[in-house]
């Protein structure tokens, strides 16, 4: 098998030996850089920290009396007769406009039952004759701790729902044959002098770093 | 460098010598090996290799009690090496007469996001890269055009103004598409009407992603992370345990609490009672109710014939 001689078997040139070995070095750089892998690497995402614990809190938003007996909170407030006098309702005085005016003592009440004034009225719902419970209009006189009756004397459909489950918050179990259903009153999650829920922050909804085309199309992410 | 000579070299000289030959043969050599080694350095990432005993595990269905126990065990030393937490593992089967069942009443939900949040936590979902089972949309009133919809609305205040928000998850289908083209049967119905998903079996195609029309399917791009302390330790096989990189899941109506009697995750954090869950085989369940008695008024994309096990539904 007859091989391809140049016609110079003899040295090579000084100058192809410093080319080759330039080469040579290139090459071996370049597989350095290959094994080492200096490009090509994907950069690491920034982390995305972890949400709020406060998005992922279930306590309701508002405790109802039987909540606060029961978590020992301070129940002055409902101890009508330390400052009112018994047998003698107090009366309800009323603006140049017939809105109610809240006395001082109440300062923290805030009317805003409906979107007119005609449950904006105290004996509507609680009892002047005994002012430590709360009076249907058929008659019937409830416990503070017992109130959802008296506001499903009016929102008898929600109150009917609500008996069903359809309408309020459910927790615990489903399955009654395993644990118990707890099932939240109406004022667990409304203020029965203002009923309408406010309006709330919402958690951080996806998190922008993986659209990048939404990004690159200015779309407003949430950041955080 | 080893120098190949030429076999009919002329002179003794050139023996140690350094053809243009030689060189570039021995030249391709070495970074021919050095690009191997390059191509194969990958590879030095890998640190979780998958184990024998998960690489040689049988199908779910054709596990038996001793099998599923060895399964469990080894979840359970995987998860505490990782987190350093030892984790409560079960494989909790579906109940006799239970068909599960989710109602979401329209007109309550305030679009709070706190149910998408609530399920991450208690699934254990990745966190960075965040994956998210459940997307609320805001629509305009007046229309169900989900074309109309945002999901990335960044309001300082719930709930806006002419709008209403429709949360989606996996809508758990009687007919689930995904489940049709899934090659290996990693993923099925269960007879209490859950479609769950075997980690360890799933191949990563995303054949179901593609075929779910809800986008309620997630794949896990990268490898998942989960703070330490924000580790659901009770878990479950076809649940909540912790997924690796390459595999899908999705809402499985948290089947860790939901056959153990309990609320999922979502329902219990929503602060409005907009989400109701129960046993439909149950007539004094509240999603009877619910069916019975309210505005049911759709199952999303009905006419995709996947017959949806999630309702939506309306007040008044």
């Known amino acids: 098998m007859e091989r391809f001689q140049p016609d110079n078997t003899g040295e090579p040139a000084p100058r192809t030996h410093l080319v080759l070995v330039g080469i040579f070095i290139g090459l071996l750089g370049l597989a350095a850089m290959f094994v080492a892998d200096l490009w090509g690497r994907v950069p690491a995402q920034p982390v995305i920290p972890p949400v709020d614990v406060k998005f992922l809190e279930t306590t309701p938003w508002r405790q109802s009396y039987a909540d606060m007996v029961a978590a020992k909170e301070d129940m002055s407030d409902f101890d009508c007769y330390a400052c009112h006098e018994k047998g003698k309702p107090p009366p309800i005085r009323y603006d140049a406009n017939q809105k109610i005016i809240i006395p001082k003592e109440h300062a923290n009440i805030k009317m805003g039952h409906g979107n007119h004034d005609r449950n904006n009225l105290c004996y509507n719902c609680h009892n002047e004759a005994n002012l430590v419970t709360l009076q249907v209009r058929d008659g019937r006189e409830l416990k503070f701790d017992n109130s959802p009756p008296l506001c499903g004397s009016c929102h008898g459909p929600t109150y009917f729902d609500w008996e069903n489950g359809a309408h309020g918050r459910t927790s615990g179990y489903w399955n009654t044959k395993q644990g118990a259903t707890k099932r939240l009153q109406c004022v667990n999650c409304h203020n029965p002098h203002a009923p309408k829920i406010p309006t709330r922050e919402p958690a951080p909804g996806p998190h922008s770093l993986h659209d990048a085309a939404a990004v690159a199309a200015g779309v407003k992410t949430n950041s955080h | 460098m080893v120098a190949n000579n030429p076999p009919n070299a002329s002179d003794k000289?050139?023996?140690?010598?350094?053809?243009?030959?030689?060189?570039?043969?021995?030249?391709?050599?070495?970074?021919g090996v050095a690009a191997l080694a390059a191509s194969l350095s990958p590879l030095r990432e890998l640190k979780d290799f998958t184990s024998t005993e998960q690489f040689l595990q049988k199908y779910y269905k054709e596990l038996n009690p001793e099998d599923m126990q060895k399964v469990i065990n080894r979840i359970e030393g995987e998860v505490q090496h990782q987190y350093g937490i030892r984790p409560h593992v079960r494989d909790l089967k579906p109940m006799d007469g239970v068909e599960f069942v989710y109602c979401l009443n329209l007109t309550r939900c305030i679009g709070c996001r706190k149910c998408v949040h609530a399920c991450v936590a208690e699934n254990n979902q990745s966190r960075s890269p965040e994956i998210q089972y459940i997307r609320v949309l805001k629509l305009p009133h007046g229309s169900l055009d989900l074309e109309k919809a945002e999901h990335r609305y960044d309001t300082k205040q719930v709930p806006e103004?002419?709008?209403?928000?429709?949360?989606?998850?996996?809508?758990?289908?009687?007919?689930?598409?995904?489940?049709?083209?899934?090659p290996v049967n990693a993923t099925w119905q269960e007879k209490d009407g859950i479609t769950v998903i075997d980690y360890d079996w799933c191949i990563g195609c995303r054949y179901c992603e593609a075929a779910c029309p809800y986008w309620a399917r997630r794949f896990n791009f990268a490898k998942p992370q989960i703070p330490k302390e924000r580790l659901n330790p009770e878990m479950s096989y076809l649940g909540n345990r912790p997924r690796k990189q390459g595999v899908m899941e999705k809402c499985h109506f948290c089947i860790q609490r939901t056959r153990a009697g309990r609320y999922p995750a979502c329902l219990e954090v929503c602060p409005v009672g907009a989400r109701k869950f129960g046993n439909i085989l149950d007539p004094n369940s509240e999603v009877s109710h619910i069916l019975r008695e309210k505005r049911v008024f759709i199952q999303l994309k009905e006419e995709m014939g996947t017959s949806p096990r999630f309702f939506y539904y309306f007040d008044k």
């Open chain 2, 161 to 182: 103004k002419g709008f209403f928000y429709m949360p989606i998850q996996c809508q758990q289908c009687k007919n689930p598409p995904c489940v049709k083209v899934c």
């Open chain 2, 13 to 31: 000289t050139s023996d140690r010598e350094l053809t243009r030959r030689s060189f570039l043969r021995g030249s391709a050599a070495v970074s």
